[in-house]
Nanobody, 116 residues
Framework: VQLVESGGGLVQPGGSLRLSCAAS????????MGWYRQAPGNQRELVAR???????YYEDSVKGRFTISRDNAKNSVYLQMNSLRPEDTAVYYC???????????WGQGTQVTVSS
């Protein structure tokens, strides 16, 4: 199983980035997919999640700014991040969770830095 994130980088406050996570080795369509982030000195936290049904969940601080989506044909999940703030700076990780939570897999992370 492999999850590969991409799309991170340096962006100014108010800017946008789109993260991608490509999965292999799993039946992607039945997995729920999540984006997490971890800033230095902080615990890893859930940012957004999309279930196999397509329903979504967002952490309060990103509601209205971030959008999670998935493309089952491409085995990929995306995080569109708009109106970025310095406090969004973190390493962003992709996580795949099997039905009933039996198995979980993590990507290696991609750095997002929001700074002027």
């Amino acid at each position: 199983v492999q999850l590969v994130e991409s799309g991170g980088g340096l962006v100014q406050p108010g800017g946008s980035l789109r993260l991608s996570c490509a999965a292999s080795g799993i039946t992607f369509s039945i997995y729920s997919m999540g984006w997490y982030r971890q800033a230095p000195g902080n615990q890893r936290e859930l940012v957004a999640r999309i279930f196999s049904s397509g329903s979504t969940y967002y952490e309060d601080s990103v509601k209205g700014r971030f959008t999670i989506s998935r493309d089952n044909a491409k085995n990929s999940v995306y995080l569109q991040m708009n109106s970025l703030r310095p406090e969004d700076t973190a390493v962003y990780y992709c996580k795949a969770t099997s039905p009933y939570g039996t198995n979980t897999y993590w990507g290696q992370g991609t750095q997002v830095t929001v700074s002027s």
